[in-house]
């Protein structure tokens, strides 16, 4: 199969501090992952995609220097919420793409920031 | 307008059902087509993955593509509890790129 493991599964931090999601391709390779962000009772909004060895390319109204993200190996993406405000508790959530498989979603991360 | 649409629901069906869900989109250069199911506080699950027009069946669940009229859906037979959960939609030109979601459709399967 195509496994996508995603930790934390869920977080809590203090206003002002920083977490950091990892996102794993636990079977297979992926030069590009993605990270997507979701609200309650909306749908994922995509935030950024990861792609290995090269700088993230976001989208437009997120923040780069919020959000960093690191693509630093083929099975590893991470997304760093910096200095975190409770308008960033959300579920996170991270993809990547294998041939033949579609995309394949992580558990996601709840973050809740206080 | 959104590139795909899909009414959120929620939508509530007795057990046993034949559940209909449907999406929407406005770009006729989408190719792949994908149906996740969401439980609560869970990420997407991917259940069928679509290339083009046509039919594609798989145990319990049927997806169908019409590009003539832009038109998604999911055909659930003999819907079970188990079977409530968010279920979206979502399209792209072409693997490696850019995706779009649907809002979701929340079904609840009553025993």
């Known amino acids: 199969g195509a496994v996508v493991s995603q930790h934390p599964s869920w977080v809590i931090c203090k206003s002002g501090t920083s977490v950091k999601i990892e996102c794993r391709s636990l079977d297979f390779q992926a030069t590009t992952m993605f990270w997507y962000r979701q609200f309650p009772k909306q749908s994922l909004m995509l935030m950024a995609t990861?792609?290995?060895?090269?700088?993230?390319?976001?989208e437009q109204g997120v923040e780069k220097d919020k959000f960093l993200i690191n693509h630093a190996s083929l099975t590893l993406s991470t997304l760093t919420v910096t200095s975190a405000h409770p308008e960033d508790s959300s579920f996170y959530i991270c993809?990547?793409?294998?041939?033949?498989?579609?995309?394949?979603f992580g558990s996601g991360t709840r973050l809740t920031v206080v | 307008q959104k590139e795909v649409e899909q009414d959120p629901g929620p939508l509530s069906v007795p057990e046993g059902a034949i559940v209909s869900l449907n999406c929407t989109y406005s770009n006729s250069a989408f190719q792949y087509f994908m149906w996740y199911r969401q439980y609560s506080r869970k990420g997407p699950e991917l259940l069928m993955y679509t290339y083009s027009s046509g039919n594609k069946e798989d145990g319990r669940f049927t997806a169908q593509v019409d590009k003539s009229s832009k038109y998604i859906s999911l055909f659930i037979r003999d819907s079970q509890p188990s079977d409530s959960a968010t279920y979206l939609c979502a399209a792209l030109w072409n693997t490696g790129n850019q995706f779009y979601f649907g809002t979701g459709t929340s079904l609840t399967v009553i025993p």
């Open positions: 990861s792609n290995e060895g090269s700088k993230a390319t976001y």
């Open positions: 993809s990547a793409l294998r041939g033949g498989y579609g995309y394949t």
